[in-house]
């Protein structure tokens, strides 16, 4: 990046973008969106989006000529599902403009067995993956590849339910067959989305959120008594909609901050150099309070639009509305004026 040069901080109009542009503005940054041409209405209502790029597609994404304006802007690039779920892991690590946090890990989040092995490495609890549809013991949950919000998911008890769920998305062109599905336990209990924020400046780890996610129509079928549920015979799906806030027993705090520590740890190790910025553990918490982690985010999730003007947690830390798109923005600005931004991005 050009040493001295002001900073833009930009991302992809979609997932979080406007809490992102939003925080980056409070900082004082300008701020850019790579903005498909659909959806430029939307994102001109917002006066805090400085400029826009337009595309016909994030396709156009990584040719040379975008870069060339990031370069330009001397841009740092805030990734967020939407890059994950558009681009491949080979893609996402050509990017030549400079990404916030670390970009590397996101090939282990997009890969189902890197995924597992870091989470591992962390020493979390973690669902049994099911090797194959054969090995199939209770109920599991089946799942598709990548960043999909939950889309397709379905639940699966035996060879035959898992067969019949396939075979449904094989029809509906959602996979091209078995080999794309991954089996894993189903646990039960409440899920619980924890939002972190890794400052590899200070070295301290921040909880700056928890939510859970709006599901449907797995949170609309409670809505139908169980006459009508069982006579409707649908599979629910798990398509998320949106976000809830939640707030946690104070008693599980100090594991919460105990997980994420791990899985900074882990990620030093495994894929250097570690987990700077936002990441999420996600996961269910059972009847005893166990947190049991099926998946992570290894940079913003789209949980944390809930909190633009902070959260239960960020007030704790900060006695200013703290977003996380605004604490990436704070963290650029710090990093930039100790001469340390080499260590938030990649
Ligand atoms: P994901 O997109 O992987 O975060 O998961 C979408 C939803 O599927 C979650 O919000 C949960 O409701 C559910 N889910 C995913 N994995 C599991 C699991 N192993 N056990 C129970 N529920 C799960």
């Known amino acids: 990046m050009a040493k001295g040069r002001a900073v833009t901080i930009a991302t992809l109009g979609s997932h979080c973008a406007l809490q992102v542009l939003k925080g980056a503005k409070d900082e004082g940054f300008k701020t850019l969106l790579i903005c498909e041409k659909k959806r430029a209405g ?87 993956p099911v090797a194959s549809k054969d090995d199939i013991k209770g109920l599991c949950i089946v799942k598709l590849h990548g960043a999909a919000g939950g889309k397709g998911y379905y639940l699966a008890w035996d060879r035959q339910s898992f067969e019949e769920g396939a075979s449904r998305l094989v029809s509906q062109n959602m996979i091209k067959g078995e080999q794309d599905l991954y089996i894993q336990e189903f646990i039960r209990g409440v899920p619980a989305y924890l939002q972190y924020f890794y400052s590899p400046v200070t070295k301290e780890l921040e909880l700056l959120g928890v939510d859970r996610r709006y599901e449907s129509d797995i949170d609309g079928i409670g809505r139908i008594p169980a006459r009508q549920q069982l006579g409707a015979g649908s599979e629910p799906s798990y398509t998320v909609v949106g976000n809830i806030p ?33 990441f999420c553990l996600e996961g269910v918490y059972d009847s005893e309070g166990r947190f049991t982690t099926f998946e992570f985010s290894a940079r913003i999730v789209a949980g944390t639009n809930l909190y633009v003007d902070g959260s239960p947690y960020s007030g704790l830390l900060y006695d200013e509305p703290m977003s996380m798109g605004r604490r990436i923005a704070r963290e650029v600005k710090i990093a930039k004026k100790k001469g340390r931004l080499g260590d938030v991005v990649t």
């Not at 008693?251 to 987990?275: I, N, Q």
């Open 42 to 128: 939307l994102y001109g209502r917002f006066g805090f989006i400085d400029s826009m790029i337009q595309v016909d597609s994030f396709n156009e994404f990584l040719r040379d000529g975008i870069q060339g304006k990031l370069k330009k802007a001397n841009a740092v690039l805030v990734p967020h599902g939407t890059l994950i779920s558009q681009m491949s892991s080979d893609q996402i690590e050509k990017i030549s403009t400079p990404v916030f946090g670390n970009k590397w890990i996101l090939r282990w989040e997009a890969d189902r067995a890197l995924k597992q092995r870091l989470m591992e490495e962390a020493g979390l609890r973690t669902p049994r």
């Open 246 to 278: 939640l707030v946690l027993r104070e008693s599980l705090l100090d594991e919460v901050y105990k997980m994420g520590e791990a899985f900074c740890r882990a990620a030093e190790r495994l894929v250097k150099p570690g987990m700077p910025g936002p």
